[in-house]
């Protein structure tokens, strides 16, 4: 199922409006100029110093070509030649993906996932590697089954894989981005850095399958702003690459 243009819009914006909301002061021009070298084809002249960058350019693959999850894996798989992108990053876009298509279901998505990157090989720099990937989203799958804790699911032989981590805040209150996004921001892991890369995953992954940011009454009007051009602009050069007739 393809989503209309108008609700494609509204996921493109949703997606960069929360990651603003939650990055960084002054991330915008930086979140753009990202989103500008997918769009125009340029990841291999960019320098991605940190798994911020890498995380925003995966989620910017991830949309853009949404509608074709065999060039999403292309696109991944390239970004791994030339940065620390591995498994991880290819299991985020997939759900940014399907989620712009309208067609990511939050119980089966992880089984999903885990029964087609199981029959494939060189998804990772290394098959231990995703191995582990999918042993740790089965294991955020059973947490969110179970009900557990964000403390109990990152306890010793918890979660400890990012992209694990932020499925688990998303399935476990998938219609609720106010709460996703609080959890996720205070997830009990010791690294700041991996800390806001689970909070923008995991809120990224949630507006563009909602497709909206709820309550905006009291936010930031200036992040708005830059949010909504981030996304009409995906937007708009996404309808020219499919040639679909804009409709505003």
């Known amino acids: 199922m393809l989503t209309t243009q108008r609700s494609l819009k509204s996921r493109f914006r949703a997606i960069f409006t929360s990651i603003l909301l939650i990055a960084p002061p002054n991330f915008a021009c930086h979140i753009k100029a990202l989103t500008n070298s997918v769009i125009n084809d340029e990841l291999r002249n960019l320098e991605l110093i940190n798994e911020i960058d890498i995380t925003i350019v995966t989620i910017a693959i991830g949309a853009y070509w949404h509608q074709d999850l065999q060039e999403v894996r292309s696109r991944i798989l390239g970004l791994q030649s030339h940065s620390n992108a591995d498994i991880q990053e290819l299991v985020l876009a997939y759900a940014i993906a399907l989620a712009c298509q309208n067609e990511l279901k939050p119980q089966s998505f992880i089984n999903q996932v885990c029964h087609d990157f199981n029959k494939r090989r060189a998804l990772s720099r290394d098959l231990k590697s995703q191995q582990k990937c999918l042993e740790q989203l089965q294991l955020a799958h059973e947490f969110v089954n179970q009900g557990a804790s964000a403390i109990t699911a990152h306890s010793a032989n918890g979660l400890s894989d990012a992209i694990a ?70 937007w708009a050069e996404w309808s020219g690459v499919f040639d679909v007739k804009l409709d505003n």
């Open 165 to 234: 981590s932020s499925l688990y805040y998303f399935l476990s209150t998938p219609h609720s981005l106010h709460l996703i996004t609080e959890r996720a921001q205070s997830c009990p892991q010791s690294n700041n850095l991996n800390n806001l890369q689970i909070a923008l995953q995991a809120v990224a992954i949630a507006s563009a399958y909602l497709g909206e940011i709820g309550n905006i009454a009291n936010q930031n009007q200036d992040i708005l702003t830059k949010g909504a051009i981030i996304g009409d602009q995906l």
